[in-house]
């Protein structure tokens, strides 16, 4: 698995949430919705600490992580998290 947060994500993770450096944001994946490659889930997002993260991206101080219990949504797969201009919100592709 790999973890991609691009500049312009990460910018609206910031101004949306008002996160700062130290602060964490989980990634996992719950039930409802869909993403490209998920029928009947989707990315869900919690600000809490991690207590046994699968993998992490730091940014600005910030942690993006998933946590192991969540290794079968994200496993073989490398999730990008961008901005989708036209919403503006985080736009979350597997591949």
């Not at 949430?17 to 993403?35: A, C, M, N, P």
């Not at 919690?46 to 998933?66: A, K, R, S």
Request: aromatic share 14%; glycine share 8%; hydrophobic share 40%.
């Amino acid at each position: 698995m790999k973890l991609i947060v691009t500049d312009d994500a990460h910018k609206w993770f910031v101004e949306e949430l008002g996160i700062e450096s130290g602060d964490f944001v989980r990634l996992f994946g719950k039930y409802g919705g869909s993403t490209n490659v998920h029928v009947g889930f989707s990315t869900g997002i919690q600000l809490v600490e991690p207590e046994n993260p699968l993998i992490t991206t730091v940014i600005d101080g910030i942690t993006y992580f998933v946590e192991q219990s969540d290794d079968w949504f994200f496993t073989d797969y490398t999730l990008t998290i961008d901005r989708d201009d036209l919403l503006n919100e985080p736009n979350f592709t597997y591949a």
